[in-house]
């Protein structure tokens, strides 16, 4: 049975800051947003229904006539207006995960093919789930500072007193009906990704952290 962690382990890269880049922490901070990324744009290439977040991105484009990825920094901008009132504090991590995830989601949905055949779509569905709890417990380890979204949810949540499932619950339901109302594409991998990407990053976390501990017998 596969061991999932409830929380973020500490890894010889995590910055003592979140304005404190270097090297070490550069490169799972590019690699894991650069993963997530991919996961995203592999969800909106099968056309099986992305995440909630990028239902709303499609639904944005379709109005705003952007591409995806233009429409992605542009909501994770608002989104960072938000923060201001909530007293959240951004690091160098926020601002790559607003360029990084934006700009490889757009290459990924603009030059892998979709495919065809019902197998190789649900290759992609599932590959993207692996994917994006990878890319997320690369991500998260750094201590760079909390993506947009993340950052709105965890604010919310002290600031309200309220659970942070049930804050994320809500904030995934508002977007998701707002994207789909735009036109936004939600399907069967929508559903799937919302069932599983919790236990994908907490496997994720899960190795990480042995990793960690055999590298460092």
Known sequence: MVKLSHKIPMTPWRAHSTWGLRAPTAVPLVLGLTL???????????KWGATPWTVFAQGVSHHAHLSLGWSTAAISC?????????????????????AIIALVLNVTADFVPTPHAPL?????????????????????????GPGPRDGLMTSLHRRLGVSVVYVRLSLEIVVLVAGWLMGGTVGVGTAFFAATIGFS??????????LVRWYQR
Request: proline share 3%; no cysteine; glycine share 14%.
């Open 120 to 144: 190789v779509k649900l290759v992609f569905v599932v590959g993207a789930v692996l994917v994006i709890g990878v890319g997320s417990a690369l991500y998260l380890t750094t201590g760079l």
């Open 78 to 98: 608002v989104v960072l207006l938000a923060w201001w009132p909530l007293r959240e504090r951004p690091g160098i991590g926020t601002l790559a995960n607003l």
């Open 201 to 210: 990053i907490g496997a994720s976390l899960q190795a990480t952290d042995r």
């Open 36 to 46: 997530f990324g991919i996961g995203e744009g592999l969800l909106v290439v099968a």
